[in-house]
């Protein structure tokens, strides 16, 4: 006798079937059969990146993106002088003229990736002006870019020629020309420019005839030639020249050492250098390059990052004695520290530099910037209460203005801010071993690629994280193809919960790092990943006892109301102070044994504003108690007076007071004073 079982009972005993799924602190290398990985003898690579445009940003990711464009980065031509095109060294056939250094080749690193993720065709015209001016500069030797890197000349405007970042003499200044390869890389990503791989290879054979002086240790170059390392590497897995891997082994001996000491207190070389070591590691295979990267960030945390946002406190370099929650961080450090995060995360498959980059996206980055993104300032920090032009030194190390909003002044990060979202948005997915994909940054997306056996897969990703906890996943493809998808699971989120297609997924007892799905994927498969987000309290002891409060990924602030000011810059393109419009003084009233106790999560009513990061569009708010600290004021030239060491007792009257993340909040105390209760 047959056993006639229902079609749809059929497909609800499937979907109770447990689904198979691997859990696993950090993924394993491997090789990818359609994207480009490292090449033995490198170590093989856990997580690969995409081509540039096989990610879609959404929602309000790609809403940064749409007002970049519009804003100061997109118009840098009309507001910069480093990006004008005429008498430019940059776009010179024999690299004659001025504005030769540095500025233009940041803000090429970003511009053209936003305009491509934009298809904004203005955008991809100027920039393909700029990249093919630099592809015509090549000299027969190798060389290429403007004559006076060549021979070390000082950078326009700077103070002196004792500028940190400059070589005297006729030593030749590399480091420009680190910058200026990643948009030439990513212009190869999208065409498949023949001239490119020749063009790097005769750079970088001319390279191997420099004398040994070309890495000074007061040069930038010596401080920051792992952006060399990671172009040398791109190219010997595209090449397959052996002779790249013995000269990325010849600068990382010439390059500043990690091990013992830090080798350099600047806030940009930080960000960009401390992972120098775990680039090599790809070469070496020993671990110990890993441990010394690892060491440098708990080190340089330990010492000036006891503060929430991700980040440390060092306003042009990090000093003894200016550690508190008020020392600014310069916005260059901001983007860089992501790229180093992205990076590591790729070379390591270890997801806490996933976390470490998205801690900064979400609570660093964006008030370094005016909502609508036409103007920046220098410095942003975790307290930080008057943004205006006065001088603040020497409680602020730079003279001068460093905190107001213009698009005109700040040079650096004026245009290497431009990179900041753009990687963001093309990292958040990446080809994994095993010709699979992975989730590596929750945003609305989309993203194509190969994978399987080689069908081209498609996956929608719907999402309003960080201000919602549920990521969901839809799968298109011609047809079933098998292959492992990975989501990374935060390393706050204790009991996240998966599902395929309605069914649950079991991930064990307190599950860290990669959920990976290998299955047999169809068209219209769904997943569903829910990161329940809980109320925590991180307490600095090292820091005074302050306290931040933080909620998933995101760390909360005061909200304090802003007076915007026009003050400076043009008509067209304005400088902005902000003013503290409603009392900012407070102590918290919270229990960190029980924070959620504290607290009532407030979330904003309807949809989610395409711009999130705005003080009355903050997506969620916490109600909280708190007091006011008469004793704690604004000193006269407009700083937040540092925090005294806690826990404080004030007898003024228990107020309601309302925190926004950090993200949204221009004017901000994230770090608090704890209020002891009597």
Known sequence: MRLWISPFLLVALLAAQPQPVRVAGRLSGGTNAYYTGNRAPLLASPLMK????????????????????????????????????????????????????????????????????????????????????????????????????????????????????????????LWP?????????????????????????????????LPLEHLHPVSWQHMRAGDDLDSLYWLYNRTGESWLLELARAKHERTASWVGAVPTWHVVNIAQCFREPAQYYQQTKDTRYLDVTERAYATVRGLYGQVPGGMYGADENARPGYDGPRQGTETCGFVEMMHSDEMLARITGDPKWADRAEEIAFNSLPCSMTPDLKALHYLTA??????????????IQNRGDMFSYNPHQYRCCQHNVAFGWPYYAENSWMAAAGNGLAAVFYVASEVSAKAGDGTPVRIQETTGYPFEDTVNFTISAPKTVRFPLSLRIPAWCEQPRLSVNGAPVSLGKAPRGWATLERDW???????????????????????????????????SLRIGERWEKKGGTEQWPGFEVH????????????????AASFEVLP?????AAQPFALDAAPIALRA??????????????????????????????????????????????????????
């Not at 056939?93 to 511009?111: A, D, I, R, T, V």
């Not at 503290?580 to 924070?595: F, H, K, M, R, S």
């Not at 600290?629 to 228990?654: R, Y």
Request: glycine share 10%; net charge positive.
């Open 177 to 209: 020309n680190m910058v200026m390869l990643y948009p030439i890389r990513s212009l190869y990503e999208v065409t498949g420019d023949k001239r490119i791989l020749a063009f790097m290879s005769r750079y970088y054979r001319w390279q191997t005839g």
């Open 50 to 173: 995409l081509p540039l445009g096989s990610v879609k940003a959404g929602g309000w990711l790609r809403h940064q993106l749409d007002l970049m464009s519009r804003g100061f980065t997109g118009h840098l031509t009309e507001i910069s002088a480093f990006c004008k095109f005429e008498n430019n060294a940059w776009s010179h056939p024999q690299g004659e003229g001025p504005n030769g250094w540095e500025e233009l080749p940041y803000w090429l690193k970003g511009y053209y990736n936003l305009g491509y993720q934009l298809r904004d065709p203005r955008i991809l015209k100027e920039a393909q002006r700029w990249l093919d001016a630099v592809l015509a500069s090549q000299r027969p030797d190798g060389w290429f870019g403007g004559r006076g890197n060549l021979e070390g000349g000082r950078a326009p405007g700077a103070a002196s020629d004792a500028w940190p970042g400059r070589l005297a003499g006729k030593v030749p200044d």
């Open 625 to 678: 108690k708190g007091r006011r600290i008469p004793a704690w004021t604004q000193e006269t030239n407009g700083m937040v007076g540092e925090v005294q060491p806690g826990p404080i007792q004030s007898s003024e009257p228990i107020e309601e007071i309302t925190l926004i993340p950090m993200g949204s909040a221009r004017l901000r105390i994230s770090a608090f004073p704890q209020i002891q209760e009597k």
């Open 382 to 395: 975790p307290n930080q209460i008057q943004l205006d032009r006065e001088n603040k030194s020497p409680m």
């Open 522 to 556: 169809a068209q219209g498969d769904k997943v569903r990943l829910q990161l329940p987000m809980r109320i925590t309290a991180t307490v600095w002891a090292r820091n005074r006892n302050t306290v931040s409060v933080n909620r998933g990924p995101l760390t909360y």
């Open 580 to 595: 503290p419009a409603t009392p900012w003084n407070y102590g918290l009233i919270v229990d960190p044994a029980n924070p």
């Open 604 to 608: 904003k009513k309807g949809p989610l």
